[in-house]
């Protein structure tokens, strides 16, 4: 397909030089990958599984713990 001429310069213009297209949003999947490899980096830190009584980070990553072993992929 060729490009009609005006719309070539309107892509050539330098006001339209830091205009992307978005970025597709993460999907469930994206963001429960995330997490499974967040809590195997602690759990491989720390040589334990994160507990509830820890700090924040602790039972952040605890809670996301449990979240993935009641979907079965921890």
């Not at 490899?37 to 809670?63: C, F, I, T, Y």
Request: aromatic letters at 6%.
């Amino acid at each position: 397909m060729e490009w009609p001429k005006v719309l070539l310069e309107l892509f050539d213009d330098p006001l339209l030089d830091g205009v992307r297209p978005k970025v597709a949003a993460p999907t469930a999947d994206d963001r429960m990958a995330t997490k499974l490899a967040e809590v195997k980096n602690w759990m491989s830190e720390h040589g334990r599984e994160p507990q509830k009584d820890g700090n924040l980070k602790e039972k952040m990553m605890w809670a996301s713990m449990m979240g993935l072993r009641k979907k079965n992929l921890l």
